[in-house]
C-alpha cells in the first residue's frame, strides 16, 4: 500500500479516518463470530500447554458472563477491575463488559515485583483510581448457564475501557479510551500495513496492557484474523520461544522491543541448532524503547539463515493514550554513522496528526528539534478522575503532550527521546538510551539493564553484572568506553540485582523511579548503608545489599577505611563517627524535606502502626494470652488476610512517604517481598526476628519515619505508638 501523508511545517497529518463500519466494540466481536473463515485464538500458557478456541466460543463465554455480571447487579457504564489471571477468562469477561456497555479496567494480577505493589495491593489501589467498588478476580463467580441475548448499544463516544499506565512511584493512571478511539486505531493501522482477516499473529505482552490487548487482541478481533498469545515470562525464560511459536503456528505479525532483539543476538549458538521457517515474518513491530539500530541489524543477520526478509522490523511510536502505536516504518538496514544517531520512525497512520513544538507550544520547522504532541481519533481525551493531570498533559486546542523530543525531516517523525532524558557533554546532548547501548556493548554487562541517568546533576551508570566478583574493574572499563565514544565522565559507576532494577509490565526500563532511588545528594549512599546498618544493627554485606535495592561493597568499604564503620567476622557496624556522620546527614535531609506534610503523612501512618501492632499480637498470641501453636489453619489464615488488607490499603500513603523521600521505595519492595513468601506458605516471614520479615522492614520503616517526622523512639514508645 502507499503511505501518503500531508506534511505542514513541523507536523505531519495521516489520511481521514472517515466513517467507520463498526463503530463500536461489540459490532467487532459479533462479526468476527459469524465468519465461518475467521482465525482462531491460540493460548499458551506459562507450562507450553495449548489452548485453541473460536471467536464464536468466544462471544458465548462473554455472554454467559455477562449475564453473571448484570444479575450481580452491574451496569451500563459501571466501571468493573478485572484482574483475572486466565488469559481466556480475561478476554470473555473484557468482552462482557462490552456487550453490557460497561467500562473495564484491566489490572495485572502478577505486577512485577520491584513495583513494591502486591496483586491485591495493586488492585485496592486501582479501585481507588477508578472510583468504582466492582472488581472480578474469579470468574466462576459470575459466570452462568445462560447465554444473554440483550446487548447494550454503546456510543462511539462512550469511555470502552480504562487503561493504566504507571505513575514515577509504581502508582498508576487509568486512561480513559472510548470505542471511537480504540476502533479508528485497528481500522487505521490495517491501512497503514494491509492488514486482513488472513494474517496470522503472535502476541507476548500482557492482555492487560495496551499493547496486548488492543495493539494486539482488538485488532485481531477486527480482523478476524488467527491471533497467538504467549504468557511473557514464558518466553523470557527461553527468548527463543518467541521465534519457536512463530515458525511453528506461522505468524507473520509479533513484536518485540529492543531488549528482545539483544536476548536473541546473545543466543547465537543455540540459534544455529534451530531449524525455523521464518519467510513469512513480514510484520515485526518494533517499539516500546528507541530504536536501536545495530542491535536490529544484528537480530536480522543472526536469522537470515531462517529467511526472515530483511524489511520485517518496523520501528514505531505509540502510547496507552494513543490507543498503542499510530506510527511507523520499515526499518531500512546500513551504516550507522555520527549522523544516524536515531532512527525515522515514518508517518502518522490514517487518523492521526503529530506536531513538533518549542517549549512555549509554538510550532517548529522541519529538522528543528522540539516537543512531540499527538492529536486525532485514536487518542485519549484524558485521565480518569485526574483533572490535574489533564491539564499539564493537554494543549487548550486538544493536542496531547508526549514528553518525548523529536524532529520532522523528509515527510518522516524521528523521536530522539524522552524530555528529561538528556544529558549534556561540551554543549552536545546524548541521551541516556544512546549510552545504555553503548555501555551493554561490553562482554561482562547483562542486555536490558542498564540504566544512565543524572545524579546530582552527575552521570551515573547502573548495570547488572553477568556474574560478581569483577565490580570495581568493570566500573574503569564502562567509564573508559563512555568516555571515549561520548566524552562524558561517569561520576559514579553502580552494579545491581535485576529484581531491583524497575521496569514496566513489558520491559521497559523505569528511568525517572530509578533515578529518584538513588536520590540527588552525593552524599546519599553515605546515608543509605550507615542507616541501613544502623537499624539492622550488625548486618553482613548482603543484608545491606537488600536492605538499600544496591551495591554496596565499595561504599562500605570506604565508610571502613574513614572510620565511619567497623568490621568483625563479616558483621558491620556504625562507629562513634559513623553516628555523628549519620546524624548530620539525617538533619540534611530533613531540611529539604516539606515538614508540614511530613506530619501529616505520619499522623495517618499511625493509625496503620497501630493496626499492625494487634495484627503482630494477634498472630503470637490467641486470646491475647496463650502463645499461638499455629495449628489453627483458620486462625492464622485469617490473620494473613488482615495483613494483606493493611498492606493494600497502606500502599498508597506509602507512595507519598517515596515522593517525599525516594530512599525509602526499597521498603515497599521488601515489604512486598516479605508478603510474597507468606503466600508461598513460609509464615516465618510475618514476624520471624531475625529475617527481612514484615514485622522486620515496617519495624525499620517506622524507625525511618520517627526520625523525618522530628520524633524519637522513646516518645513514641511512651505515647504507645511503637511497633
Not at 348 to 354: E, I, N
Not at 398 to 415: H, M, P
Not at 518 to 541: F, N, Y
Request: with cysteine; net charge negative.
Amino acid at each position: 500500500m502507499i503511505e501518503t501523508s500531508r506534511v505542514t511545517s513541523a507536523e505531519l497529518v495521516g489520511e481521514p479516518i472517515g466513517p467507520l463500519a463498526y463503530p463500536s466494540l461489540p459490532s467487532l466481536l459479533i462479526r468476527a463470530a459469524a465468519m465461518p473463515d475467521a482465525g482462531q485464538i491460540v493460548h499458551i500458557d506459562p507450562n507450553g500447554e495449548i489452548e485453541r478456541y473460536s471467536y464464536s466460543d468466544l462471544l458465548d463465554d462473554a455472554r454467559r458472563i455477562l449475564s453473571g455480571l448484570r444479575f450481580n447487579g452491574i451496569k451500563e457504564l459501571d466501571r468493573v477491575v478485572l484482574q483475572i489471571r486466565e488469559p481466556r477468562d480475561l478476554l470473555a469477561t473484557f468482552w462482557a463488559c462490552q456487550l453490557g456497555g460497561m467500562v473495564p479496567v484491566p489490572a495485572s494480577a502478577n505486577p512485577p515485583a520491584n513495583s513494591g505493589l502486591s496483586s491485591k495491593g495493586l488492585l485496592e489501589s486501582v479501585l481507588k483510581i477508578a472510583d468504582t467498588d466492582w472488581s472480578i478476580t474469579n470468574v466462576d463467580t459470575v459466570r452462568l448457564d445462560r447465554l444473554e441475548t440483550e446487548f447494550a448499544i454503546s456510543s462511539p463516544s462512550e469511555p470502552a475501557a480504562l487503561l493504566l499506565t504507571s505513575g514515577s512511584t509504581g502508582l498508576p493512571k487509568a486512561v480513559t479510551l472510548t470505542h471511537h478511539n480504540i476502533v479508528s486505531r485497528c481500522e487505521g493501522t490495517a491501512r497503514a500495513r494491509d492488514l486482513t482477516k488472513r494474517n496470522r499473529t503472535f502476541n507476548w505482552m500482557p492482555l492487560d496492557h495496551v499493547g496486548g490487548l488492543v495493539m494486539f487482541h482488538i485488532r485481531d478481533v477486527f480482523l478476524a484474523c488467527h491471533q497467538v498469545h504467549a504468557d511473557m515470562q514464558w518466553v523470557l525464560e527461553d527468548p527463543l520461544r518467541w521465534l519457536d511459536v512463530i515458525s511453528e503456528h506461522r505468524c507473520d505479525t509479533t513484536w518485540a522491543s529492543n531488549f528482545a532483539f539483544g536476548l536473541v543476538v546473545g543466543r547465537r549458538a543455540d540459534v544455529r541448532q534451530r531449524s525455523w521457517d521464518l519467510t513469512q515474518l513480514k510484520y515485526i513491530m518494533n517499539g516500546g524503547e528507541p530504536v536501536k539500530p545495530r542491535v536490529a541489524q544484528q537480530f536480522l543477520d543472526v536469522l537470515a539463515p531462517f529467511g526472515i526478509p530483511q524489511t520485517a522490523i518496523h520501528p514505531g511510536w505509540g502510547m496507552s493514550e494513543t490507543s498503542s502505536g499510530v506510527v511507523d516504518i520499515v526499518f531500512a538496514p546500513g551504516p550507522i554513522g555520527e549522523f544516524e544517531r536515531f532512527t525515522p520512525l515514518g508517518r502518522p497512520h490514517p487518523g492521526v496528526r503529530v506536531r513538533v513544538v518549542d517549549e512555549s507550544g509554538t510550532m517548529l520547522d522541519e529538522r528543528e528539534l522540539g516537543r512531540l504532541q499527538v492529536a486525532g481519533d485514536p487518542v485519549s481525551s484524558g485521565y480518569f478522575g485526574n483533572d490535574r493531570q489533564n491539564k499539564l498533559s493537554f494543549t487548550s486546542d486538544g493536542w496531547f503532550k508526549t514528553g518525548d523530543l523529536a524532529f520532522i525531516a523528509d515527510g518522516q517523525l524521528t523521536v530522539t527521546g524522552r524530555v528529561h532524558d538528556i544529558i549534556e557533554s561540551d554543549g552536545v546532548a546524548f541521551y541516556g538510551h544512546e549510552i545504555e547501548a553503548a555501555v551493554e556493548e561490553l562482554q561482562f554487562v547483562e542486555p536490558s539493564f542498564t540504566v544512565a541517568c543524572l545524579v546530582a546533576a552527575e552521570l551515573t551508570i547502573v548495570y547488572c553484572p553477568r556474574s560478581r566478583g569483577a565490580e570495581a574493574a568493570e566500573a574503569d572499563e564502562i567509564r573508559r568506553h563512555v568516555l571515549k565514544l561520548f566524552g562524558l565522565t561517569v561520576k559514579e559507576v553502580r552494579a545491581m540485582e535485576k529484581s531491583y532494577i524497575p521496569k514496566t509490565g513489558i520491559g521497559k526500563l523505569k528511568r525517572a523511579q530509578l533515578a529518584l532511588q538513588l536520590e540527588h545528594s552525593p552524599d546519599a549512599m553515605d546515608l543509605c548503608v550507615l542507616q541501613a546498618i544502623r537499624l539492622k544493627g550488625r548486618p553482613m554485606l548482603h543484608d545491606v545489599v537488600a536492605a538499600i535495592a544496591a551495591d554496596a561493597d565499595t561504599v562500605i568499604a570506604a565508610l571502613v577505611a574513614r572510620g565511619l564503620c567497623g568490621e568483625a567476622d563479616g558483621r558491620y557496624s556504625v562507629t562513634a563517627a559513623g553516628r555523628d556522620r549519620l546524624t548530620d546527614l539525617l538533619g540534611q535531609e530533613r531540611t529539604r524535606i516539606d515538614q508540614s506534610r511530613i506530619l501529616n503523612l505520619y499522623k495517618s501512618f499511625d493509625g496503620y502502626n497501630t493496626e499492625l501492632k494487634q495484627i503482630i499480637t494477634d498472630w503470637q498470641l490467641t486470646d491475647g494470652l496463650a502463645p499461638n501453636s499455629h495449628e489453627d489453619k483458620q486462625y492464622d489464615a485469617a490473620v494473613i488476610l488482615r495483613l494483606e488488607d493493611l498492606h493494600a490499603t497502606s500502599l498508597p500513603l506509602l507512595g507519598e512517604f517515596v515522593d517525599l523521600v525516594p530512599r525509602l521505595h526499597p521498603y515497599i519492595v521488601r515489604l512486598d517481598a516479605a508478603l510474597t513468601r507468606i503466600h508461598a506458605g513460609d509464615h516465618r516471614w510475618l514476624a520471624g526476628p531475625l529475617i527481612d520479615s514484615f514485622h522486620t522492614v515496617w519495624f525499620e520503616l517506622h524507625e525511618e519515619l520517627i526520625g523525618l517526622a522530628g520524633r524519637t523512639r522513646a516518645g513514641e514508645a511512651k505515647a504507645g505508638r511503637a511497633v
